[in-house]
């Protein structure tokens, strides 16, 4: 349901911006979240945005550098990556949380989200 975009190779110090697309009604009504995973790492948690677009988090690694946002209108949520590093080569996955209520804040615990996309590779070359 969810179809993630935008990844790719960069250099260190250079920007990529994710987008996921989700269908209309599952969106609406969901917290979106950012994650990834490493080779040989457990899946962990990069950023979230509440269904109003109103409250985010994000991981203390990410904080200052990734940008997460939210286009209601058209069914997208973005990842800005900016100052890239390395280690922040991973697969990213953005996930959907449609049980969400409305004034509670994103979750970063991955169990809280139903939906996942396929996936898009982020390599950061030094």
């Known amino acids: 349901q969810l179809q993630a975009s935008g990844g790719g190779l960069v250099q260190a110090g250079g920007s990529l911006r994710l987008s996921c697309a989700a269908p209309g009604r599952t969106f609406s009504r969901s917290h979106m979240g950012w994650f990834r995973q490493a080779p040989g790492k457990e899946r962990e948690f990069v950023a979230a945005?509440?269904?109003?677009?109103?409250?985010?988090v994000y991981a203390d690694s990410v904080k200052g550098r990734f940008t997460i946002s939210r286009d209601n209108a058209k069914n997208t949520v973005n990842l800005q990556m900016d100052s890239l590093k390395p280690e922040d080569t991973a697969v990213y996955y953005c996930?959907?949380?449609?049980?969400?209520?409305?004034?509670?804040?994103?979750?970063?615990?991955?169990?809280?989200?139903?939906?996942w996309g396929q996936g898009t590779q982020v390599t950061v070359s030094s």
């Open positions: 996930a959907a949380n449609p049980r969400a209520i409305l004034t509670s804040s994103p979750s970063s615990d991955p169990t809280s989200y139903d939906y």
């Open positions: 945005i509440s269904r109003s677009g109103g409250s985010t």
